[in-house]
């Protein structure tokens, strides 16, 4: 059984952050589940262009609003927008390039990912995690 406590990954190598994001990874893939989890935690008036093209998402908000916008094959945005707020859960099932923005508040958000994240990923230049090597 793999039992962890949010307040043992803050400050740790496992708390990675960007400029409008902060992300605590709780399961990994060296845990063996097959997926990642994270709390994420995306700051009040930012915008984040994000494509995970080696990955799929899942996020419930948890607390905050925020909204995603998707973006076209060339990351321009579309006009497309989603209401997220507690209780909303968004999956990006076809490697979606979108937008990410937190509203009225910080929004904070459970995520999963397959394949699951090493730990220490940051957004590349595209808005894209690297993809594990097995």
């Known amino acids: 059984m793999i039992v962890r406590n949010i307040k043992e990954i803050i400050n740790s190598k496992y708390d990675v952050s960007g400029e409008n994001w902060s992300s605590r990874r709780l399961l990994l893939h060296k845990d063996g589940m097959g997926f990642s989890m994270t709390e994420t935690i995306i700051k009040k008036g930012t915008e984040t262009y994000i494509w995970y093209k080696n990955h799929f998402e899942a996020c419930y908000c948890i607390e905050g609003e925020g909204e995603v916008e998707i973006a076209d094959k060339d990351g321009n945005k579309t006009g497309e927008i989603y209401k997220i ?19 009225s508040s910080d929004m904070r ?4 990912f397959n394949p699951p994240l090493t730990g220490e990923e940051i957004h590349d230049e595209e808005g ?6 097995e």
């Not at 707020?85 to 509203?103: F, N, Q, S």
């Open 109 to 112: 958000l459970v995520c999963t």
């Open 128 to 133: 894209t995690y690297p993809a594990i090597a």
């Open 85 to 103: 707020y507690p209780g909303i859960l968004y999956a990006l099932d076809k490697h979606d390039k979108h937008y990410l923005r937190a509203t």
